[in-house]
């Protein structure tokens, strides 16, 4: 399995941006999708990004156009910029890490986004 580290979160003003990391060490190799979850106080944790080996990447329709997933092989991280924050996307972010058998999340960074 991997160990996922994020970092990033904060507090910003609706309309700014943060970029989130999330470094990935151990067996690496056998990733084969890298996302970005979110969860707000009292709903459920939902997908916002996801990149996959083959390169493609896919997006919550709430954040399309906002949202950028990318990855830096050479670091083994993922990112994710996200622009134009509005209060609705205050949640703890989670990065996980798909294999063919098994998947790791790692602990979360918190986002804040004021009015």
């Known amino acids: 399995q991997v160990q996922l580290v994020e970092s990033g979160g904060g507090l910003v003003q609706a309309g700014g941006s943060l970029r989130l990391s999330c470094a990935a060490s151990?067996?690496?190799?056998?990733?084969?999708?890298m996302g970005w979850y979110r969860q707000a106080p009292g709903k459920q944790r939902e997908l916002v990004a996801i990149?996959?080996?083959?390169?493609?990447?896919n997006y919550a329709e709430s954040v399309k156009g906002r949202y950028t997933i990318t990855r830096d092989n050479a670091k083994n991280t993922v990112y994710l910029q996200m622009n134009s924050l509005k209060p609705e996307d205050t949640a703890v972010y989670y990065c996980?890490?798909?294999?063919?058998?098994?998947?790791?999340w790692g602990k979360g960074t918190l986002v804040t986004v004021s009015s």
């Open positions: 996980k890490a798909d294999s063919t058998s098994w998947y790791s």
């Open positions: 151990g067996s690496i190799f056998s990733i084969n999708a």
């Open positions: 990149w996959t080996r083959s390169g493609s990447t």
